[in-house]
């Protein structure tokens, strides 16, 4: 995790009363998060080593960051740090960092004051609703490819055919340019299908000839047995068509006044008649289609 410095300032300093350690405006348009840190003592001029109770405030905006004074308690090193939270620094608005030894000794220290951005340091962000406001000053340490990204996308004057992208100015892989193709698609559709309607006799709701012929010559050919296990028309009756069938084509025998017309199988009868006789009537020998 790395996080921006903004600004930081050093000098020998006479830190036993409240002193101005670090003045800076870390933007003049976009809020910030901020931290502070102050480093006292460099190896040559330190603290005193006696410790304490030292005071940092933080104002920003002209608004002193409570608490104020924050105490903070020092151990004996001669050399010693301390940083703040991170904080709120409104657009536009200075921060200062102010400190105070509580030793009279402390009278000549080097200070070294930081000021760092912390806006995006180490937050996980799981959704943002509002708008995100960016201020993109390099792209991969490339300044200038910043400011042409900017020009580019904003069309105020950076030219794209001088990138890698080029200027678009045919579209062929797009909805909305390709209609001559998917005119053509559609016209093979619907050759294909009038070819298959062609071909099943079914084109549009009149059928061909030859697909009628089909139909009556299924109906003759088709068996008395497939056609009476079918579960398709009417339950199965003698009264009808393919009871008729049955009288033409199966077996049937008389015993005394009883005409049995059987199924298939030639033992299920699948109907009965009445016979009358009449003895004087003539007998027909022959049947003769004209």
Known sequence: MTIAQLDTENADRDITSVITVLTHTPSASNHMICMGYVALGDGSKNLDGTGGAFELTITVGGQTVQPAAQSITFGTEVRSSVWTTPFPVPANAEVILRVKSPNAADTDVDVTAYLYDASAAGVAVGSVTATVSADVVSISGDSTAANNAELFFDGTGYAAANSTIGTCTTNTDMRGTDSAATAAALATVDTVVDAILADTGTDGVVLSAAYLN?????????????????????????????????????????????????????????????????????????????
């Open 214 to 290: 089909k139909i009556a010559d299924h109906v003759l050919r088709r068996s008395w047995e497939s056609a009476a296990d079918s579960s398709d028309g009417d339950t199965k009756a003698f009264r009808s068509l393919l009871g008729a069938v049955a009288k033409l084509v199966n077996k049937i025998s008389v015993a005394g006044a009883t005409l049995s017309i059987f199924e298939e199988d030639d033992s299920t009868v699948i109907g009965q008649q009445a016979l009358s006789t009449d003895a004087a009537a003539s007998p027909i020998t022959a049947a003769d289609t004209a």
